[in-house]
T-cell receptor, first 112, second 115 residues
Framework: DQQVKQNSPSLSVQEGRISILNCDYT??????FLWYKKYPAEGPTFLIS?????DKNEDGRFTVFLNKSAKHLSLHIVPSQPGDSAVYFC???????????FGSGTQLTVLP | DTGVSQNPRHKITKRGQNVTFRCDPISEHNRLYWYRQTLGQGPEFLTYFQNEAQLEKSRLLSDRFSAERPKGSFSTLEIQRTEQGDSAMYLC?????????????FGQGTRLTVV
């Protein structure tokens, strides 16, 4: 069973517009959420995170929103740039092991 | 420190052979994780170490897999009697427990192809 779900395998956005990537989770024990970006042939790179006690975290062009009641989080990128084109993974942490549970990823393509 | 380093980057092996991968974490990080990623999926947790102790293993980690982290520094992941289903990207990550940020930093991965 997938505890972290990214239901959109791909998303195309025009340069300068907003990109919104969505993620749903089922495990109420998750207490920290992260977004990673991955380019081909590279490992995932940390982008932004949010604690379960918050509902929003902003870092430059990137904002993550958390709706605990809906078990939903989203990543907003504005303005989108061609260099943002990559696979974006939503991930969640729980327990003392702090192991990451990943979604299946969303391929973002920002068109110039 | 240049981050998490993994070797080799690519490995092609024949079914039934043994393979070993190495991971060098960020030097001050006390936790080291191994993940596996197959095409179209996110990384899946395999096992982790805190210092030299292996504290948890996923059910994905069959008896053919073994991981070590001697002296709490680098780690190795060995797969014995490889099968075609073992073909995947093997990712290593490290983190610092007790730090302000709990994000893990990943290496570039080792892509294994079993033919």
């Amino acid at each position: 069973d997938q505890q972290v779900k990214q239901n959109s395998p791909s998303l195309s956005v025009q340069e300068g517009r907003i990109s919104i990537l969505n993620c749903d989770y089922t495990n109420s024990m998750f207490d920290y959420f992260l977004w990673y970006k991955k380019y081909p042939a590279e490992g995932p790179t940390f982008l932004i995170s949010i604690s379960s006690i918050k509902d929003k975290n902003e870092d430059g062009r990137f904002t993550v929103f958390l709706n605990k009641s809906a078990k939903h989080l989203s990543l907003h990128i504005v303005p989108s740039q061609p260099g943002d084109s990559a696979v974006y993974f939503c991930a969640a942490l729980s327990g003392s092991a702090r192991q990451l549970t990943f979604g299946s990823g969303t391929q973002l393509t920002v068109l110039p | 420190d240049t981050g998490v380093s993994q070797n080799p980057r690519h490995k092609i092996t024949k079914r039934g052979q043994n393979v070993t991968f190495r991971c060098d974490p960020i030097s001050e990080h006390n936790r080291l994780y191994w993940y596996r990623q197959t095409l179209g999926q996110g990384p899946e947790f395999l096992t982790y170490f805190q210092n030299e102790a292996q504290l948890e293993k996923s059910r994905l980690l069959s008896d053919r897999f073994s991981a070590e982290r001697p002296k709490g520094s680098f780690s190795t992941l060995e797969i014995q009697r490889t099968e075609q289903g073992d073909s995947a990207m093997y990712l290593c990550a490290s983190s610092l427990v007790g730090g302000i940020n709990t994000e893990a930093f990943f290496g570039q991965g080792t892509r294994l192809t079993v033919v």
